[in-house]
T-cell receptor, first 111, second 113 residues
Framework: SQQGEEDPQALSIQEGENATMNCSYKTSINNLQWYRQNSGRGLVHLILIRSNEREKHSGRLRVTLDTSKKSSSLLITASRAADTASYFCATDKDSSYKLIFGSGTRLLVRP | DTAVSQTPKYLVTQMGNDKSIKCEQNLGHDTMYWYKQDSKKFLKIMFSYNNKELIINETVPNRFSPKSPDKAHLNLHINSLELGDSAVYFC????????????FGPGTRLLVL
């Protein structure tokens, strides 16, 4: 069964605004990752946060993880039209080699 | 200099045919994966190989058979194609199986008519 659920399913913002996407999962995890998928392309890894970390930054990306709530958020600051893509969270569970992907958030950044 | 490559990029075929998709990675990774992405963008793991050994085999019809001739290649053969097999199939690789970053290929868009 699907491990992660993203919220919202779709998000439309103006260039320059911040975009926040949320991911909830069901079981304990080792790591949580965020990936981006541009239309018609493969997924690209953005950032990985370990279960013992609470926040991580990479450029304009900020990821938080709340293991008590089994949720994570991805914040993209000062969005650009090129950020238009689908964003997926992916978790790997204890003692499992599998990455389980969420349902994705489709982000549209309007120029 | 492509890291993970797949061929073909597009595949249109008739129901009942047998087809293969090939994947190669030049990253020196030990682990490779096949995923299926449906029309709703839901991405699901199908198989994973680590050093040519099968380590993940999800509930996939046995019409799907992966084959890893060496750790840089993972091919997917599909027998007796059905309409429901239409999807985008992604190959990916990682340094090892343990929840590491995965690198995805560009995908193979399969349409079964």
């Amino acid at each position: 069964s699907q491990q992660g659920e993203e919220d919202p399913q779709a998000l439309s913002i103006q260039e320059g605004e911040n975009a926040t996407m949320n991911c909830s999962y069901k079981t304990s995890i080792n790591n949580l990752q965020w990936y981006r998928q541009n239309s018609g392309r493969g997924l690209v890894h953005l950032i990985l946060i370990r279960s013992n970390e609470r926040e991580k930054h990479s450029g304009r990306l900020r990821v938080t993880l709340d293991t008590s709530k089994k949720s994570s958020s991805l914040l993209i600051t000062a969005s650009r039209a090129a950020d238009t893509a689908s964003y997926f969270c992916a978790t790997d569970k204890d003692s499992s080699y599998k990455l389980i992907f969420g349902s994705g958030t489709r982000l549209l950044v309007r120029p | 200099d492509t890291a993970v490559s797949q061929t073909p990029k597009y595949l249109v075929t008739q129901m009942g045919n047998d087809k293969s998709i090939k994947c190669e990675q030049n990253l020196g990774h030990d682990t490779m994966y096949w995923y299926k992405q449906d029309s709703k963008k839901f991405l699901k793991i199908m198989f994973s190989y680590n050093n040519k050994e099968l380590i993940i085999n999800e509930t996939v019809p046995n019409r799907f058979s992966p084959k890893s001739p060496d750790k840089a290649h993972l091919n997917l053969h599909i027998n007796s194609l059905e309409l429901g097999d239409s999807a985008v199939y992604f190959c990916a690789s990682s340094q090892d199986p343990a929840g590491k970053t995965q690198y995805f290929g560009p995908g193979t868009r399969l349409l079964v008519l």
